[in-house]
């Protein structure tokens, strides 16, 4: 499976953006979803993250601002971020864990890993 993130891109401090996740494969279910984030010289950490049962959980660094959810129509994780800090510039990344797909045959795989997308750079100047 992949996922390829997007959505990132250049925003004045108070402005908005918002994240997309697709996955290469249609995704039946999912044990977590997650966002992370990694700014320069500092480790990834972990952003917001939501269980197939839909409860969300956030940074403290970013709860009231940030928003994170799933479309299944549309096989697409969201992160909507208002407010934006420039402490918030970093490069992005979705995470997927424990996934029920169906391959190019149709077929269901149920799968244990953990899968990384490539990062989408946020920067949000001053």
């Known amino acids: 499976v992949q996922l390829q993130a997007s959505g990132g891109g250049l925003v004045q401090a108070g402005g908005s953006l918002r994240l997309s996740c697709t996955a290469s494969?249609?995704?039946?279910?999912?044990?977590?979803m997650a966002w992370y984030r990694q700014a320069s010289g500092k480790e990834r950490e972990l952003v917001a993250d939501?269980?197939?049962?839909?409860?969300?959980d956030y940074a403290d660094s970013v709860k009231g601002r940030f928003t994170i959810s799933r479309d299944n129509a549309k096989n697409t994780m969201y992160l909507q971020m208002n407010s934006l800090k420039p402490d918030d510039t970093a490069v992005y990344y979705c995470?997927?864990?424990?996934?029920?797909?169906?391959?190019?045959?149709?077929?269901?795989?149920?799968?244990?890993?953990?899968?990384w997308g490539k990062g989408t750079l946020v920067t949000v100047s001053s």
């Open positions: 995470y997927a864990h424990g996934l029920t797909t169906l391959n190019e045959m149709g077929e269901l795989v149920v799968d244990g890993e953990g899968y």
């Open positions: 939501v269980t197939n049962g839909g409860r969300t």
């Open positions: 494969r249609k995704i039946l279910r999912a044990d977590s």
